[in-house]
């Protein structure tokens, strides 16, 4: 048995169609490219995934753990997408990817402009045979500058950045978020951005070169800390997660299980007050308003911790719930899985596809009423060449089996 035998089936609504017509080529691997392109798949886009002849994505190859041979990794990214085996580094192949590019609406690669010019798919290249196409490139450092041709993987953008720097206990190293948080978010810029280039076409008829870096989307997460810096001067360093702006924003020990705990204003620290039975708090000057509680935070924090630690967190949640206090469990990732909600808002779900099972997490955007539902799982390396090339492409059975042949396709 897996933790995926028990979720429930797949939503079985109508998948979201926003962008159905829609023809993106993804010529990216690993995880931001096919991240940015799984959330236009499910919207509705015609996603194409074209990857290399014999390996494919590199995301492939990343395990364990694989789930009857298939990377986990690449499963959680590339649902609703169709593959196609092509090499474009050979004249044959770069002149079927050509003809394809002639056929889409949206390219994304994930290649530093040198590589680009090198395989004949830049922008320039492209958009001279497609004049609106809109190309997007996902890479570490932009496709400009002086760091433009470096190397760059997650690890490196949260460097960069400055989040790895904050995140950790005071005394501790410095440590990366638990999740390819830069891929995740430079895919989501990615998309973002092809969205709004797509609306815009519709007005103009233009295409647009597109150019998100992981460094930068990782940058852009710490708004709120950098900008805070500038305008302060004050140079916040790893507290464990207990130096927020907000007096009362961190985690908090209890009888049994530790909680979070987020007392963002004055009514709710009011409310808080008299829940926990400390009224007198919600009377005191000196906590009256958040800059005098950030100034008594070490005073308050302890008095919050003693109060907590007298009962288990059920209670405690329970209590606050009624109350409407933001607080919540901090969850393993084997309880968030078997979370009631979640399933039941379709978050978390098992992708059947005959006799093959793969677990997915949805979209996290519900419409009408609604989340989308699948269109299909992720795709074997190569499953959709020959029905593509021969529907797009124009290459007949014989065309196919001499590329296939060649080790084009």
């Given amino acids: 048995m897996l933790p995926m035998d028990d979720l429930p089936d797949a939503p079985s609504g109508t998948p979201f169609g926003m962008l159905s017509g829609v023809r993106i080529l993804d010529l990216t691997t690993s995880v931001a ?11 509705g886009a015609d996603v194409i995934k074209i990857e290399r002849p014999g390996g494919g994505d590199d995301a492939r190859a990343w395990g364990p753990p694989f ?10 990214v590339n649902r609703n997408k169709r593959s196609v085996t092509l090499d474009y580094t ?31 798919i830049s922008f320039e290249t492209l958009s001279a045979v497609k004049p609106d196409l809109i190309f997007a490139a996902i890479t570490g450092f932009g496709l400009t500058g002086d760091r433009a041709a470096l190397p760059c993987y997650d690890l490196i953008a949260e460097g960069y950045s400055g989040v790895m720097d904050l995140t950790g206990e005071p005394d501790g190293p410095a440590q990366k978020v638990g999740s390819p948080a830069a891929d995740m978010l430079s895919g989501q810029d990615a998309a973002l951005a092809i969205c709004a280039a797509l609306l815009e076409r519709t007005r103009t008829g233009k295409g647009r070169k597109i150019d998100v870096a992981l460094v930068e989307s990782m940058t852009r997460f710490m708004t709120p800390r950098i900008v805070t810096y500038l305008g302060s001067g004050e140079l916040p360093r790893r507290s464990g997660g207990r130096d927020s702006v907000i007096a009362i924003y961190q985690v908090f020990e209890t009888a049994d299980q530790p909680m979070t705990l987020g007392l963002g204003n004055d009514g709710i620290w009011r409310r808080f007050c ?10 005191e000057a000196r906590f009256s308003d958040n800059a005098k509680r950030r100034e ?35 969850n393993r990732l084997d309880e968030v899985a078997t979370d009631p909600e979640l399933l039941a808002r379709g978050t978390i779900y098992a992708l059947r596809d005959g006799e093959r099972t793969v677990p ?24 959709h060449t020959a029905a593509i090339l021969n529907e797009l492409g124009g290459c007949a059975e014989k065309d196919l089996a001499a590329l296939s042949a060649a080790g084009i396709i």
């Avoid at 490219?33 to 919207?43: E, H, K, R, S, V």
């Avoid at 699948?374 to 795709?379: A, F, I, K, W």
Wanted: glycine share 10%.
């Fill in 90 to 120: 050979r004249p044959e192949g770069l002149a079927i990817l050509l003809d394809l590019t002639r056929q889409a609406d949206v390219v994304i690669v994930n290649m530093v402009q040198r590589t680009q010019d090198k395989l004949g």
């Fill in 296 to 330: 008594a935070r070490p005073e308050i924090v302890a008095g919050i911790q003693e109060i907590l630690r007298a009962r288990p967190r059920a209670e405690w949640l329970a209590l606050f719930a009624e109350a409407k206090i933001p607080a919540g469990p901090i």
């Fill in 274 to 283: 008299n829940a926990v039975g400390r009224p007198d708090w919600a009377g």
């Fill in 67 to 76: 789930l009857d041979g298939e990377s986990l990794w690449f499963l959680s």
């Fill in 360 to 383: 997915q997490i949805n979209l996290g955007i519900q419409v009408d009423g609604a989340p989308t539902a699948p269109r299909m799982p992720p795709p074997r390396l190569g499953q």
């Fill in 33 to 43: 490219g096919p991240y940015a392109t799984q959330l236009l798949g499910d919207l």
